[in-house]
């Protein structure tokens, strides 16, 4: 059964993909340890091979967003818009797919070579330091390279294919090198410094996106030409049924509706900049206590950049393949997202003596974002260039205030205890112990978006308009804000500083 999704409400139909996956690592490792003196030389290699062998078949999708029985300029598309539309069988947009073989494959290769050393400097500090580089060439399918789309003249080049290099000329860099560096220091014998800071490359597979790529995997998808617009006259027309394509040439037009993932010619690949510094005090009586700063900056982030984007008010019309007859989803894999994470983390613990033990912790951060989702997958949310800053966010994952305790008591009773001894007494009491865990976080934020038929922008996601000064916080499982402090956005001049409730606290945006 076709899936419908029908703004909302509940999506009817089948949801989900029938998937098979078949994922086999190979992998080596070799290194050698020498030690001499106050230093301890590690080096080694490290490769391997990820192969992906996949059946996935995205389901047919119908979708009904209201847009079709709205009035343009009127009021914004609501539930029963939508179930008006369904009810005249006038979708707004559709999708469909199938395997042009019996599975997609993918095949990925990673080299890296390492060397660290471990040098004591003195009985008080000791350093940590190290290279690594590591080198990640272009993946390929199983019998072919990769599929890249020539953007100026819309045509599927296929790698290896019919004259074409393998890796289709993209450039990836040779030049990965990650620096490693860590100290700790005891000034005394209570206290402990450590700090640190390595940089890493991002280990997203830089062809993970394209595995369902076109002309692998033919999905067809089509919007009508503006957000007020039927796909199709009626849905029994059903969606039009792709062709097997001849694919010896190594060239392919770029069939409207087809949606695609291309890597660009000069592949940037992102980094991680890691550091902390933390303190450590032994409090005596088996007491131990920690705080210390934990951050990290992602440069560079493997980002989906949809390339296709429609300007605000513009509709299909106003996408740039438009006129070659595309209107659907084109993404670059672009290296433009950015995260930041800050935090003061703290610990107090006590080593398990006298039957118990115990450890309290609690996080205080902050994981910011110009991106997508956490890790960088999905598509950009708002990809038009002049309001690209609307994208920068409090990641979906992200907790302010996390605390967590948790503790061992092993009850005094039994044989070798201070109580129950002896006998069967002994027996029955002995070996319980008491355990405890606590857990205590902040809520997850989230965004109240609105239909974005009045948006009429293709590939950009529509926020909802704040209309109250305030949102006030109820904390109701039914009603946890005041809903009515947001509504659909009806004028696109309506450009304003308003407040996203994330949870239990706000944080102020631009929408």
């Known amino acids: 059964m076709p899936q419908f999704i029908v703004s909302g409400y509940t999506t009817l139909g089948y949801n989900y993909p029938y998937l098979q996956y078949v994922d086999p690592v190979l992998q080596y490792g070799a290194n050698a340890t020498w030690i001499r003196g106050s230093h301890n030389l590690r080096f080694g290699l490290d490769l391997s091979q990820q192969r992906v062998n996949h059946i996935e078949v995205p389901p047919t999708q119908f979708t009904f967003t209201g847009g079709i029985t709205a009035l343009p300029g009127g009021a914004a598309a609501n539930q029963y818009n939508s179930y008006g539309d369904f009810l005249l069988a006038l979708p707004q947009s559709y999708q469909n797919s199938r395997l042009a073989g019996s599975q997609v494959t993918l095949r990925t290769w990673q080299t890296s070579l390492y060397v660290r050393d471990q040098w004591q400097v003195s009985r008080k500090l000791t350093l940590t330091y190290g290279l690594r580089w590591e080198y990640y060439p272009v993946p390929k399918r199983a019998d072919r390279g990769l599929e890249v789309l020539d953007t100026s003249s819309l045509q599927i080049l296929l ?11 993209i450039h990836v860099s040779k030049h990965g090198i990650s620096p490693r560096l860590g100290l700790a220091y005891r000034p005394t014998s209570t206290w402990v410094v450590r700090a640190g800071f390595a940089l890493n490359p991002e280990p997203t597979n830089m062809g993970r996106d394209s595995v369902m790529n076109y002309p692998e995997v033919f999905t067809y998808a089509a919007t009508g030409a503006s957000s007020y617009l039927p796909v199709v006259s009626n849905l029994s027309a059903g969606v039009p049924v792709q062709p097997t394509v001849d694919t010896s040439s190594g060239k392919l037009p770029l069939p409207a509706g087809v949606s695609f993932t291309t890597i660009p010619q000069n592949y940037v690949r992102g980094y991680t900049e890691s550091w902390n510094f933390t303190l450590q005090k032994d409090l005596g009586h088996g007491w131990i206590a920690q705080a210390g700063y934990v951050g990290t900056h ?13 300007q605000v008010g513009g509709g299909a019309a106003s996408q740039p393949f438009a006129k070659n007859g595309i209107t659907s989803s084109l993404a670059m894999v672009l290296p433009y997202g950015a995260m930041n994470y800050n935090s003061l983390q703290t610990s107090l613990q006590r080593r398990f003596a006298t039957g118990f033990t115990m450890q309290a912790s609690y996080t205080r951060s902050k994981w910011m974002g110009l991106c997508c989702d956490d890790i960088g997958y999905s598509s950009i949310a ?17 907790r302010a205030d996390n605390f967590r305790l948790s503790g061992l008591y092993e009850l005094p009773f039994g044989h070798g205890k201070p109580m129950v001894k002896n006998g069967v007494a002994a027996l029955i009491a002995g070996g319980w112990q008491l355990n405890g865990v606590l ?34 916080i109820l904390g109701t499982p039914g009603q946890w804000f005041d809903t009515t402090a947001y509504a659909a956005v009806t004028n696109r001049a309506s450009v304003r500083q308003v407040l996203i409730p994330c949870a239990d606290r706000a944080w102020p945006t631009s929408t």
């Open 382 to 398: 708002i990809p038009i260039p002049q309001y690209w800053l609307l994208n920068r966010s409090v990641m979906p994952a992200d």
């Open 159 to 169: 790698c290896g294919v019919g004259g074409n290099p393998s890796d289709c000329g």
């Open 298 to 310: 992602i440069v560079h982030m493997h980002m989906l950049y949809n390339i296709n984007y429609g």
């Open 439 to 472: 857990s205590l976080y902040s809520g997850a934020p989230f965004t109240v978006t609105s239909s974005a038929a009045s948006l009429n922008a293709p590939g950009s996601t529509q926020r909802a308009d704040q209309v109250k000064a305030d949102v006030q």
